[in-house]
């Protein structure tokens, strides 16, 4: 699955390239977009960001692209693979600019995990 944002002047931090908290937002919301089309109904929760490292910066008015893979499913967690390519203002190449995985856990009405439904097609979904 794959989602694009446009860095605006409102993306930026001080120093004029996107804020790294503005790209997190993103990567969360799109890791669960993807999660909760999988498995319809549930109430899915972010329980980690593995290895956070920002690759290069990203320009005012680059098209940056989410590419959202399902990696693994647990009984009562699924985990995403993120990668994210930045297409800047004048350049006819993507560069790569960050990369994590993204868990979720199913909870009920008291926040207590529980099993998400079975998915026999989960894993051909995600190749």
Known sequence: ?????????????????????????????????????????????????????FKQRVLNGSILRFHITALRLGDTSVTYTVEVVSDEPGSSEEKRVFSTTVTFVRVDSEGRKVS?????????RSS
């Not at 860095?7 to 909760?36: C, I, Q």
């Not at 998400?116 to 051909?124: D, G, N, Q, R, V």
Request: hydrophobic share 45%; with cysteine.
């Open 116 to 124: 998400l439904p079975a998915k026999p097609s989960f894993k051909s």
């Open 1 to 53: 699955m794959d989602n694009y944002a446009l860095v605006r002047p409102e993306h930026l931090n001080h120093h004029g390239f996107l804020f790294g908290g503005v790209l997190l937002k993103w990567v969360d919301e799109y890791a669960w977009l993807a999660a909760s089309l999988d498995f319809p109904g549930c109430t899915l929760v972010t329980v980690a960001m593995d290895n956070i490292q």
